[in-house]
């Protein structure tokens, strides 16, 4: 076991009892008193083209500013996602159309100086809509007769089968097959063949999304916002307002939670285009309606699964036919489809016939958008559902069929060549997976062998158990980049400033300890910076799990070029000692041969006012991508108690043993998969993303769209397991996303496994339940 | 209208509509601790005491407001230290927008329950719901802090 003096400690996040007590730092808390204020007059239709529209009487108003439909703002289609360049995801949203494409679209930007005169502008405006049908079904879109994109203007930036007369944003065929999986599924002796849905769910930052943007001293449009990429938001806004990206800024303050849902742009648009249109600061904060209804909810998706297996257990053919639907807009619409593929297909890497494909299409329903696991979590339920399926044909423990053909450490498979985010992957062999320990440790620690399948204790009442395993990335290999920069100060002390994008995970906090362990300081002597387009480094940004990898990366090089730097000036300083010879310890260096030496604030001091001719400023930094990105795994075990009569589920305890390296903060590391497992059991259980017969969001509130509160779980056990990847930081991989992943599966598994019916769409609702049972007693 | 709040032990004048929400008022004088979350009396990140009682502030109206004590984080002062404490020493914190909320609530709920338990922490605090954390971290810490095992 490696020690460390910074790494895998738990300290307080730097940023923590700021927070608590209350500190201005979010968005909104920053905005100027005098910000204009701006709402969205929406679509109440679910798609339908605007004949006329009329603000004369709306811009009478006292204190209307400015009100912009269509007619007023750039037509350049962009996409809102918030991707690297070129953006793998369809080119199909204006900032404004003459097309409304779900209930809640937006129809026109009003600007004005109070709450009030904004909602009075609002309903002055006249517009006529010729109402078209629209496309609900997502089963449906493909050569549906509405086309939900007409325009001509829309593109892709590569070739992603964008099929819009057809209302396809992309699709994936004959590309990610190894062997003949058909051929296989014939020959194999036991086989599974079954359907799997998961509807939407909403990402819920407690923080709504927020912007306020003004003009500065030098003429330049400055945004603050609420986003995980400050980089992506400078690009798209500069590309959506025809303005060079030199005149734009994006500073990120403290973010309320993001979860995904802050990796694309909203009302950025919005207060940039009328801060340009009228010189003024201003201001978008959306309700929590327009949160659940207006920006994006995570995809929903439909697979067929097809595995086959010899009498062994040894899985032999593993076929994933996926459609998923991207609602309005595309964003994200590949990448979230061929994550399902990427981190499923390779963790079980015994079966030699593989494939996997489908369509991504439109729905004249909320835009689907970047939510924590995605792709990954849908497919877990799939995949994981089926495999107890295949368990239970083989009679056969499902801890043992997973046991025998999960990847473990020094394996490969070929599927991480053949498909990465967007395109073509990157192969890699796993350098650190523990996945088969944490199958065992997680077994012992809900005591799967005692309770394994289930147990009736009350006539209505039955416990059982249930288990999921998940592998997901970290980082996108060769296109993620992040970059550090430190600076050393007078006082012995560094700033380190970061592109990477911290929306309460605790990055900056992790990011400071890398830095510091690289240096060879305590922490206490890094100032943290993250994030501003004017003065931070770039980074990617907050999503793929990437910070603590990539860019943590980035912070280790910047400390260790820095500490090369330190040593050099501190050699010069103690004069004749050579900087091989120079010990750098408790913030001093000395000659390894004894004598004189130097605190590094004495050095720091001498750099800036003492040293003469010799003076200068300390500067280093890291930049860093990887061709790797080894996944975090971990097993999942969950003990419920289902009530026979009702249907009602009580989780008991969740078990989770994960493996993501080196924990840098395992305090932190920890709240990260405790709170994605409950997300996750949030959506297996509650969380149910619901619309009228015409389109209209139904669970557009909080208290319509039940997020878990906490007594709805009754214990959640996290452990990690020992574990080192060289490629991490100080052996760290990524830690953000898996724990959301296996709910769904493991909870839909021990159901089964006390009742014997199988539910396979989520949410696990009581009535579902109830009604197999029904359904397996007739 | 015009009104007098007390605030923190303090008097503010000020000067608002009939319909303003308690929350929207305090943002507005400056205390930024208050914060805005689902607009329907859900999420508990708004909560002041009001005469020492946890309050949404969204759905109390602040023309209500004058002739009650109100406690925001920012009035706390010291005495939320080792609430805090208790919360970022688990890495509970996470992205701190519930944060505020949660300290003056666990605030009350040390003031009111008599034999504290886990069960009647998690229903004290049911109401001040957070996405970060999956409520574990918070429990661990706020347990010390209630002098429960």
């Known amino acids: ?778 | 209208m015009k009104l007098k709040l007390n605030i923190n032990n303090r008097f503010y004048n000020t000067n608002i509509d009939g319909d303003e929400s308690l929350l929207d008022v305090l943002r507005n004088i400056g205390f930024k601790s208050v914060k805005k979350g689902c607009d329907t009396g859900t999420c508990g990140v708004c909560s002041v005491l009001i005469n020492g009682k946890p309050t949404l502030s969204c759905q109390f109206l602040a023309a209500r407001a004058p002739g009650h004590k109100i406690l925001t984080v920012e009035g706390l002062g010291k005495k939320a230290d080792k609430i805090v404490d208790v919360i970022v020493n688990e890495g509970a914190d996470q992205c701190g927008y519930c944060g505020p909320a949660l300290v003056l609530t666990t605030y009350a709920m040390k003031k009111e329950l008599k034999n504290p338990t886990i069960e009647k922490i998690n229903h004290y605090l049911a109401g001040n719901l957070c996405r970060c954390s999956g409520y574990e971290g918070q429990l661990r810490g706020i347990k010390k802090y209630m002098g429960v095992k």
Not at chain 1, 272 to 292: D, H, M, N, W
Not at chain 1, 294 to 306: K, S, V
Not at chain 1, 703 to 729: L, Q
């Open chain 1, 1 to 778: 076991m490696m020690k460390f003096k910074e790494v895998k400690h738990s300290i307080p996040k730097v940023d923590g009892r700021g927070l608590l007590k209350g500190k201005s730092a979010y968005t909104d808390d920053l905005a100027v008193e005098s910000a204009l204020i701006i709402k969205l007059l929406r679509s109440p239709y679910a798609f339908a083209k605007i004949k006329s529209i009329s603000t004369k009487k709306a811009l009478k108003v006292e204190g209307v500013e400015c009100i912009l439909t269509y007619k007023d703002v750039p037509r350049i289609p962009i996409t809102r996602a918030g991707q690297s360049y070129p953006e793998p995801s369809p080119k199909d949203k204006f900032i404004l159309d003459n097309y409304v494409r779900y209930v809640g679209d937006e129809v026109a930007i009003i600007a004005g100086t109070t709450d009030k005169v904004v909602d009075d502008a609002m309903k002055l405006i006249v517009v006529d809509y010729e109402i078209l049908e629209p496309v609900l079904d997502f089963e449906k879109a493909i050569g549906h007769k509405s086309i939900i994109h007409p325009e001509k203007e829309i593109y892709t930036m590569f070739p992603m089968g964008l099929d819009a007369k057809n209302n396809v944003a992309c699709s994936y065929m004959d590309t990610m097959i190894v062997g003949d999986v058909d051929k296989q599924m014939k020959e194999s002796e036991v086989t599974i063949e079954q359907r799997y849905f998961t509807n939407a769910q909403q990402q819920v930052p407690l923080e709504p999304h927020t912007s306020t943007a003004f003009i500065d001293v030098q003429g330049r449009l400055n945004i603050i916002t609420s986003t995980q990429n400050p980089y992506h938001t400078r690009r798209i806004i500069g590309e959506a307002l025809g303005k060079p990206q030199r005149d734009i800024r994006i500073y990120k303050p403290r973010i309320g939670g993001g979860f995904g849902a802050k990796q694309q742009v909203h009302n950025d648009l919005f207060t940039a285009i009328v801060t340009l249109k009228t010189g003024k600061p201003s201001k978008c904060f959306y309700t929590r309606q327009e949160v659940q209804e207006n920006t994006f909810t995570r995809h929903e998706m439909r697979f067929d699964i097809r595995l086959g297996a010899d009498k062994e257990g040894n899985l032999e053919a593993f076929d994933m036919q996926l459609l998923s639907n991207t609602g309005a807009y595309g964003e994200h619409a590949l990448t979230t489809f061929m994550v399902a593929g990427s981190k499923l297909l390779p963790m079980y890497n015994k079966a030699k016939h593989l494939r996997f494909e489908g369509k991504v299409v439109y729905t004249n329903r909320c835009s689907a958008g970047a939510y924590r696991g995605y792709g990954a979590l849908q497919a877990n339920f799939a995949v994981e559902s089926a495999m107890r399926e295949l368990a239970e044909k083989l009679n056969m423990d499902p801890t043992e069929l997973r046991l025998k053909n999960c990847i473990k450490e020094g394996e490969t498979s070929p599927v991480f060549k053949v498909m990465g985010e967007g395109g073509e992957g990157i192969a890699q062999v796993m350098e650190s997976c523990k996945l088969d320990y944490c199958i065992k440790r997680g077994r012992k620690l809900i005591k799967w062998d005692k309770k394994y399948p289930s147990k009736q204790i009350a006539p209505n009442k039955i416990r059982s158990v249930g288990t999921a395993i998940a592998m997901q990335g970290s980082g996108i290999p060769l296109l993620d980049m992040g970059a550090a920069v430190l600076k050393l100060n007078d006082g012995g002390f560094f700033n380190l400033l970061m592109g990477a994008t911290d929306l309460g995970t605790g990055s900056d906090t992790v990011l400071s300890q890398i830095a510091a362990e690289a240096i060879g300081v305590p922490v206490d002597r890094i100032v943290i910076t993250s994030s501003d387009t004017d003065t931070t480094p770039f980074d990617v940004g907050a999503y793929a799990s990437s910070t603590t990898f990539v860019s943590g990366n980035a912070a280790r090089k910047a400390g260790l070029n820095m500490r090369a730097k330190l040593i050099e000036e501190a050699a010069k300083a103690l004069k004749a000692v050579h900087k091989d010879d120079i010990i750098f310890e408790d913030c001093t260096f000395k000659s390894k041969f004894g004598g004189e030496s130097i605190t590094l604030n004495e050095l720091s001091q001498g750099l800036y006012h003492k040293f003469g001719a010799d003076m200068k400023q300390l500067i280093a930094s890291g930049s860093n991508t990887s061709p790797k990105s080894p996944p975090p795994f971990m097993a999942a075990f969950v003990e419920i108690e289902i009530d026979t009569e009702t249907g009602q589920i009580d989780i008991l305890e969740y078990v989770a043993v994960v493996d993501c390296g080196t924990t840098i903060n395992p305090n932190l590391a920890k709240i990260q998969v405790e709170g994605g497992i409950l997300q996750g059991i949030g959506m297996a259980m509650w969380e149910d993303v619901r619309y009228s017969k015409d389109g209209k969001m139904l669970s557009n509130n909080l208290m319509k769209y039940k997020i878990p509160n906490r007594k709805d779980v009754k214990k959640i056990t996290v452990e990690f397991a020992e574990s080192y990847d060289p490629a991490g930081p100080y052996g760290a991989k990524s830690v953000g996303e898996i724990g959301i992943d296996t709910p769904l599966a493991a909870i839909a598994n021990a159901i089964y496994n006390a009742v014997g019916v199988r539910i396979r769409s989520v949410p696990l609702t009581p009535e579902k339940i109830l009604m197999a049972i029904a359904n397996q007693n007739k």
